[in-house]
């Protein structure tokens, strides 16, 4: 079975720009959380979506959104994008709305110039 | 709010000696406890997690973790490491009951020869 998959593997924007990452669950899994890793430091959560219903939103601004799909796929949307955005994103599936066991993506890079 | 710590940002090792990596959190309320390893340009792998019962977890690679809940703490020990081993280590807790992990810092695991 596929694992957790994230496109793109990488991609630069300008400052300003909007960008949508994707991320597929593993099958059978229904919430899909995402999270940002900045360099250095640990993933920090942004959303959690969970039968396509947003379940749980961490300490991100407004620019920050997301969805998810009846297939349980998701998109993470970021508009007018800061230098600071630039960052890892992980997108984690798991099969239940509590994360007892959370499976990640290897990650979108997007840096921001 | 939980809050996780991780005592040493960097750690260097020899191979085959021992190591343990150490975690301190804090939570007003129960957690469920993991241990996740990330290699470079890869998502993150759950190497460990404890929910309830014994607090000595085992995980995969040869890892082993402690859950002590009179000094919140969960470190993570190896009784002989590899080269392969060499990677960012990462603690999280989530609240039980709570969807996101909150994970610390880090803590990368060099190994030399």
């Known amino acids: 079975d596929a694992g957790v998959t994230q496109s793109p593997t990488h991609l630069i924007k300008t400052r300003g720009q909007q960008v949508t990452l994707r991320c597929s669950p593993i099958s059978g899994h229904k919430s899909v959380s995402w999270y940002q890793q900045v360099l250095g430091q640990g993933p920090q959560f942004i959303f959690q979506?969970?039968?396509?219903?947003?379940?749980g939103r961490g300490n991100f601004p407004d620019r920050f959104s997301a969805r998810q799909f009846p297939n349980y796929s998701s998109e993470l949307n970021v508009n007018a994008l800061l230098l600071g955005d630039s960052a890892l994103y992980l997108c984690a599936s798991s099969f239940r709305l509590m994360n007892t066991e959370a499976f990640f993506g290897q990650g979108t890079r997007l840096t921001v110039v | 709010a939980q809050s996780v710590t991780q005592l040493d940002s960097q750690v260097p090792v020899f191979e085959e000696a021992p190591v343990e990596l150490r975690c301190n959190y804090s939570?007003?309320?129960?957690?469920?406890l993991f241990w996740y390893v990330q290699y470079p340009n890869q998502g993150l792998q759950l190497l460990l997690k404890?929910?309830?019962?014994?607090?000595l977890v085992k995980g995969i690679n040869g890892f082993e973790a402690e859950f002590n809940k009179s000094q919140t703490s969960f470190h993570l020990r190896k009784p002989s490491v590899h080269i392969s081993d060499t990677a960012e280590y990462f603690c999280?807790?989530?609240?039980?009951?709570?969807?996101?992990?909150?994970f610390g810092q880090g803590t990368r695991l060099t190994i030399n020869p």
């Open positions: 979506y969970y039968e396509k219903e947003e379940r």
């Open positions: 404890y929910l309830s019962g014994s607090t």
């Open positions: 939570s007003s309320v129960s957690v469920y």
């Open positions: 999280a807790v989530t609240p039980q009951g709570a969807q996101k992990l909150v």
